[in-house]
């Protein structure tokens, strides 16, 4: 059953509240009119039959007789009345069949019922005024009110014939109202019962237009999208993880199984097990890596920033990696064009600038030049690693931040690769940027944004 | 015999540091819950004691703070699978004198609680020396015998900390965290490289050698024979 459903919906009920109050404007409205009418045709008639009165009261008497005789006639919606009575109450002249009863003689219009009319008298509602003539007649003029009756019948089929339509729109406009948040939300529903049921793709249903509905649909898609990316990405750091432990455990599995069966002495038998422990330690460092970036993504410890020099932080690191470039044979230098000052996490910070340094020196080959340096560019302070080495083709920048991805290159060097993905990491927390462009070879730099940290820290 | 008091609910983790520990000649009390490990701490009065933060229904923070407040100074390392930065400063400022994160070496874990049973004294001295070798804190030099080292300020840091704790086996994340204020451990092997530029400068190949490389666990410096 569709219908019961439908009333008992919030729209639905809205729908006939509002058609409520709109029935009881409406008939406050039309009541008012009534009343305004009345009022001024109630009015109106008692000046007519007050200045009728007061004008016959004035004429003579013979006069009086044929004035009071035509007045019925000559109005042609016989709506007047008149009558001249004798000071015993016999009737001299005009339609009115007697003094009305309780008819003060003032010449004041009031309400009287009437007996009255040229063929057959009827009874009628009038305002009337009443007067005594000097002579003692009394002059009695009525003026119809049946016109406001008829008026407010007039007025009461009005109403009915505008306040049922409008009665019914509302019902049916509720009704479809209420209807289409209905089917809306029952596609919704289909939607979302999808995505319970895996399918991540799936979004709810917009129709294009402006309405709350699509608004919210919007809203909640973006969010889908995020989370669907973020699913995504789990899925494929399970399957790197899986596939980088697998290779150090596999070869860890077949080292002892050798060594068990072939080693004759302690010694044999103590280098297969160092091996099987470097590889287990490869492992775990594999491990140790992506802890870390966990640990940095889920970090809000953004209260416990602080002013952090970059300068020093350059100097740090160079201090830090100069042995190792040495030993390597790599040439590394410093450049401070700029010494500004961010808002961050001087250890993160540290980090991330020593993991890139690291990567530069690594990579680049004996004879080659890694360059720290810091500058100024449009109002931005950005730390730059340039090195020489081979640099990181176009189509794989994307990939390399992403984690566990290794190009090529670093296939055959040591290191987890994690290296980049743990600078994205530290770099998204502080609200800067990480871009990868090729110079010699190639060029990280982590673009700081006037006081992108300070704006974070005041959010938290 | 060093009294060692280890707070751990995991059985297989605390056989391997009990069994360890027992090899080395300590004394090892093992405490599964946190009311036993308390209990165990007031009454064995133990020299060190490694607690682990996870514990049923209790932080391991718990205990170190209640005996801190009974004015209990015995040195303690706080073991956990929580690694995140807060988490270790929150373990330190409760009364923790060190913090490992699981998973950790074992060497690392003998190591750190040797280097607490040994915090180095407290030397009002501006000359430190171990054996031929002396470091002059304020004049910033070095010398072994009559020979002069010349060091870069990184190496005199190096020098300095490593002689303040002579003969105790030094890990290369212990020194990455005191030496270089480093909170994580980088690929490249850093260490060995300093190490390895500091040996040189003050080990030469005619004279005995004071550095020592202690296989898969890290360096130490003796005085020589």
């Known amino acids: 059953m569709r219908l019961p459903e439908v009333t008992r919906s919030v729209t639905f009920r809205w729908g006939l509240a509002v058609a409520g109050i709109y029935v009881l404007f409406v008939l406050a409205l039309f009541a008012a009119i009534y009343w305004q009418t009345n009022r001024y045709l109630t009015v109106r008639s008692d000046e007519v039959v007050t200045k009728q009165a007061e004008v016959l009261a004035r004429a003579d008497a013979h006069e009086l007789i044929d004035t009071v005789n035509l007045l019925p006639r000559q109005n042609p919606r016989r709506v007047e009345h008149a009558g001249l009575f004798a000071a015993d109450g016999r009737r001299m002249a005009g339609d009115i069949a007697g003094i009305p009863p309780g008819l003060a003689l003032d010449g004041i219009a009031q309400a009287a019922m009437i007996l009255a009319g040229l063929d057959t008298p009827v009874a009628q509602a009038v305002r009337a005024a009443g007067r005594r003539l000097p002579g003692g007649e009394v002059l009695v003029i009525g003026r119809n009110v049946d016109e406001i009756v008829e008026i407010s019948a007039i007025v009461g089929e009005t109403l009915a014939a505008g306040l049922l339509p409008a009665l019914f729109l509302s019902v049916a406009v509720g009704m479809l109202l209420s209807l289409r948040a209905q089917r809306r939300v029952a596609e919704v529903n289909r939607s979302v019962q999808r995505i319970v049921a895996g399918d991540l793709r799936q979004r709810l249903p917009a129709r294009g237009s402006e309405d709350p509905f699509d608004r919210l649909a919007a809203i909640v898609n973006g969010m889908l999208e995020r989370i669907e990316a973020l699913i995504q990405e789990i899925a494929g750091v399970g399957d790197d993880i899986a596939h980088d432990l697998r290779t150090p455990l596999t070869r860890m599995r077949v080292a002892l199984e050798r060594g068990r069966a072939n080693a004759r002495s302690l010694d044999e038998a103590r280098t297969v097990i160092d091996r099987a422990i470097a590889g287990l330690d490869q492992s775990l460092a594999i491990v140790t890596a992506l802890l870390r970036i966990a640990e940095i993504e889920h970090t809000r410890r953004l209260a416990g920033f602080s002013d952090v020099a970059l300068a020093d932080i350059v100097r740090e690191v160079c201090d830090l990696y100069e042995p190792i470039a040495e030993e390597k044979g790599v040439r590394l230098s410093v450049d401070l064009a700029a010494r500004p000052i961010v808002q961050g996490d001087r250890d993160l910070l540290l980090e991330a600038v020593a993991n890139l340094a690291d990567n530069a020196i690594k990579f680049t080959p004996a004879g080659g030049n890694v360059e720290l340096g810091l500058l100024s560019r449009d109002g931005e302070s950005v730390v730059r690693v340039g090195d020489t080495g081979p640099g990181i083709s176009e189509a794989e920048r994307d990939l390399v931040v992403r984690r566990f991805y290794r190009s090529d290159r670093s296939r055959q060097s040591r290191g987890v690769g994690l290296g980049l993905s743990l600078v994205m990491a530290i770099v998204k927390l502080h609200g800067f940027g990480l871009t990868l462009t090729s110079g010699p070879g190639l060029v990280a730099e982590i673009v700081c944004p006037p006081a992108a940290g300070a704006t974070r820290r005041n959010e938290s | ?225």
């Open chain 2, 1 to 225: 015999m060093p009294k060692l008091l280890l707070i751990e609910d995991d059985r297989e983790t605390a056989d391997e540091i009990v069994a360890e520990f027992t090899d080395l000649g300590f004394d090892v009390t093992w405490a599964a819950t946190g009311i036993e490990g308390l209990d165990q701490a007031r009454a064995g009065k133990p020299d060190a004691m490694i607690v682990d933060r996870l514990l049923p229904g209790m932080d391991g923070l718990t205990i170190v703070e209640a005996l801190r407040k009974e004015q209990m100074r015995t040195p303690v390392l706080v073991l956990s699978a929580l690694g995140a930065v807060d988490d270790r400063v929150r373990g330190l400022r409760a009364g923790g004198d060190d913090y490992l994160t699981k998973p950790f070496e074992l060497v690392e874990l003998i190591a750190r609680v040797d280097a607490l049973l040994r915090r180095p004294v407290d030397n009002r001295d501006t000359k430190l020396r171990v054996g031929p070798l002396e470091l002059d804190l304020i004049e910033r030099t070095a010398k072994r015998g009559d020979r002069s080292v010349e060091l870069l300020p990184r190496e005199f840091r190096l020098l300095e900390y490593m002689m303040q704790r002579k003969d105790q086996v030094l890990t290369r994340a212990m020194l990455l965290e005191e030496v270089w204020k480093y909170k994580f451990v980088p690929q490249t092997n850093l260490v060995d490289v300093h190490m390895g530029r500091l040996r040189r400068k003050i080990d030469e190949p005619n004279e005995p050698p004071m550095i020592h490389n202690v296989r898969g666990v890290g360096f130490v410096l003796r005085a020589p024979a």
